[in-house]
């Protein structure tokens, strides 16, 4: 049984519980000076403040001095895309002449270019790169994930997909929890019928995910041009009877009823959200959907921001994730997630560090074991080159990380 003790903790600054946050108590974290902590096995055993050591904490196998800094959670980064063939850089030019996101997309690229890329790229070529994605996002302090497929759009490269996220779960220190996202573009093969790939995906590829249990959870794009209210019910539906939890990307551009729909049928998260209006609002609070915004889509397509402010004051759990994809967020940055939430969502620093740690965790079914920092959970945390919250929503673009320590490893 080996020991770790960080000491020297300026600020301790957690969310509590292990349920989502919402209205008030989403800027509810508690605030413990001169902390100190020991972690034993990879957890959390005991947490003290005041100057005051743990009980044996002289016995430590190691000592990690925080020089007075503050530490927090591991952050949780709720909605990624992050294994996909090539990248989309060349649409940069097409997106300064004018052309909209799914003008793009319509036109036969965006989603489906890399479409044409993920199903070319080998299972290696897609664990190196996925690979370094995890550790760059590690670096930057995030210690758990979401990431989806959905860019195979058949079987074969759905599951290939997927098994590289199963592979780097089980080998990276990152905890990833994976969703199937196989409704995430209309493929060329489906053009003129869109329905009959809703049948192929629910009565051929969820059927083997579920059986290979490579996914937790199952996602749709509910947009303009791409699924109706009607095929993602009939995707969700099926995908709810296999045992998926659900999530809906919704109200990204225009609000066709997908937020009305997450609520409706129970969803655990609802993804986007720009364009929401009152009817959607209401959903999400009364079916306690979590509301995971994505600030940095925003910031890249030149789009609106979601009205966050407004779903914390309506009591709906808010979340804030990267998106990470190679279309409309490029960015792995969780820090710059957390300075837009502050600046264009209005949300106080103490209400973004719930959006990024517990929050999120609950809405990938990891609530009681990480997204705090308390006794008996994971030791995910990191060690910051801040002094307060404040200082994390204020600098932006640098990465202010000190030290990553993920289930009491030490992470440079
Ligand atoms: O969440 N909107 C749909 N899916 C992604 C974008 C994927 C892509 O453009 O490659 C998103 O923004
Ligand atoms: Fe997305």
């Given amino acids: 049984m080996t ?18 946050h919402k209205g008030k108590a989403q800027g509810e974290n508690q605030k413990r000076k001169d902390a100190a902590i020991v972690i034993e096995n990879g957890l959390i055993r005991e947490i003290t403040d005041g100057g005051k050591l743990p009980q044996g904490a002289e016995n430590a196998d190691r000592v990690i001095d925080a020089g007075g800094r503050l530490v927090t959670p591991g952050l949780v980064d709720g909605h ?21 996101y799914l003008d793009i997309l319509r036109a036969g690229g965006g989603i489906l270019d890399t479409v044409r890329k993920t199903r070319a790229a080998s299972f290696e070529e897609l664990y190196t790169k996925t690979r370094g994605f995890l550790d760059e996002m ?18 074969e490269t759905e599951i290939k997909m997927l098994q590289v996220l199963k592979k780097l779960n089980e080998e990276h220190p990152m905890d990833v929890v994976s969703t199937f996202m196989g409704a995430h573009a209309i493929p060329d093969e489906y053009k003129e019928d869109p329905d009959a790939f809703i049948d192929m995906l629910c009565e051929d590829v969820m059927p083997a995910v579920r059986e290979q249990n490579l996914a937790e959870f199952a996602d ?22 296999l045992g998926f939890g659900l999530k809906i990307h919704a109200d990204e551009i225009e609000a066709i009823g997908g937020s009305v729909l997450a609520g ?17 609002l209401e959903a999400l609070a009364e079916g ?55 600046i264009k969502y209005r949300m106080l620093p103490e209400e973004v560090l719930t959006a990024v740690t517990i929050n999120p965790a609950c809405a990938i079914d990891r609530g009681d074991c990480i997204g705090t920092l308390e006794e008996g959970k994971q030791a995910d945390l990191v060690i910051w080159n801040a002094e307060d919250m404040e200082m994390l929503c204020y600098r932006f673009g640098s990465n202010l990380v000190k030290q990553v ?5 030490y992470i440079a």
């Fill in 138 to 155: 590690l670096s930057f302090g995030v210690t758990a994930c979401e990431a989806k497929s959905g860019y195979g759009l058949e079987a």
């Fill in 220 to 241: 749709v794009f509910t947009e303009d041009s791409v699924f109706n209210c009607e095929q993602s019910r009939r995707y969700l539906e099926r995908a709810k009877a």
């Fill in 80 to 100: 990624t895309h992050m294994v996909f063939g090539g990248y989309r850089q060349h649409e940069i030019p097409m997106k300064l002449k004018g052309a909209g």
């Fill in 3 to 20: 020991a770790l003790l960080v000491k020297n903790i300026g600020i301790l600054q957690t969310p509590v519980g292990s349920f989502s």
């Fill in 288 to 342: 306690g959907v979590t509301a995971m915004c994505l600030p940095a889509t925003s910031f890249y397509l030149g789009a609106d921001f979601a009205p966050a402010r407004k779903m914390i004051e309506m009591g709906i759990p808010v979340a804030a994730a990267s998106d990470f994809n190679p279309g409309s967020c490029p960015s792995l940055n969780l820090q710059f997630v957390m300075n837009l939430a502050c």
């Fill in 264 to 280: 409706e049928m129970g969803a655990v998260s609802c993804e986007h959200l720009i364009s929401i209006d009152e009817k959607g």
């Fill in 405 to 409: 320590i993920k289930k009491g490893e």
